[in-house]
Every structure is written in C-alpha cells, then in structure tokens.
C-alpha cells in the first residue's frame, strides 16, 4: 500500500465506514465497534476492515454478524461517496492488537516483579571469590621475592 492513491482510498473508506456504523446502520447486534484499520489491495479490488468491539465475546458475535449482513449497504454507500469506478469488495476482520498488547502488558509486569524480586534478593550478597578476580601484571619486587623461596 505504498501507492498515496491507495492510501488516499484506505482512508476515506475508514471514514466513510466510521460514519455508517455511526448513523446509518441501526442493527440492534451491533454494538460499541471501532474502526482501526482498512487495507486496500494495490489494484483497490479488495478492502480489508480491521475493527474491535467494546464488550464480552457475545458482543463481539453479534457485531461480527451485523457487519456481515450489512457489507452489501457499506459497499453501495462507498461506491457513492468515493467516486471511483470499482468499488473494493469488503472483509471484515476483528483486530486482535488491544487483546494482544494487552497480553504483552501483564507479562512485561510479570518480568518487572520478577526482577525488583531478583534486585531485593541481590541486595545485601557479595561477590563468591576475591573482590578483584583479573589477573594484573605482577611489580619487579615481587618477581624477585617469588624466586627466592
């Protein structure tokens, strides 16, 4: 999608998408639906609509079902408004980003308190062995002392 024409389509077909859900669609299954992303093809043949839903999984069926029943107006409203000879066929898809980066904030804090534990048992250790454990090159006065004995 690195043509601006393309991008200019993906868009307003965001927008344009936003607006029916907003006011146009009045199907009692949908509920509290988020445009996210659109995606659109390099010949702008097919859409692909990333959306999430505010609710449990039963809000999420129903919304997925309305969406789908609805595609066929999305579609002829967009033929409309867009103004482009073939209008790009439409897929919806839940966008799985909120559950994932979710997901990934609770292991990051998982790791966050695993480490200040880490930190907390480490606190009052010392080091096993000598405090300095490198070898350093050894003073012409103690070669002499070594040879002696």
């Known amino acids: 999608m690195s043509n601006p024409r393309v991008r200019r389509i993906a868009d307003r077909i965001k927008v344009v998408v936003a607006e029916l859900l907003e006011r146009r669609i ?3 299954r949908l509920g509290f639906v988020t445009i996210t992303d659109v995606r659109v093809t390099g010949d ?3 859409a692909t609509v990333f959306y999430t839903v505010l609710g449990q999984d039963a809000d ?17 409203e967009l033929g ?3 103004g482009i000879r073939h209008v790009p066929t439409l897929e919806f898809v839940h966008d799985a980003l909120p559950e994932n980066a ?3 904030e609770d292991l990051l804090e998982r790791v966050r308190a695993s480490d200040e534990q880490a930190a907390q048992a480490s606190a009052g250790a ?12 050894r003073d012409p006065d103690e ?3 070594a040879d002696e004995e």
């Open 60 to 76: 999420l069926e129903g919304s997925a079902a309305a969406l789908a029943s609805s595609k066929g107006m999305i579609r002829t």
């Open 102 to 104: 979710r997901h990934i």
């Open 80 to 82: 409309k408004q867009l």
């Open 26 to 28: 009045k199907d009692p």
């Open 143 to 145: 070669l002499d002392e």
């Open 44 to 46: 702008t043949q097919h």
């Open 126 to 137: 010392a080091y096993a062995g000598e405090p300095d454990p490198y070898r350093k090159p």
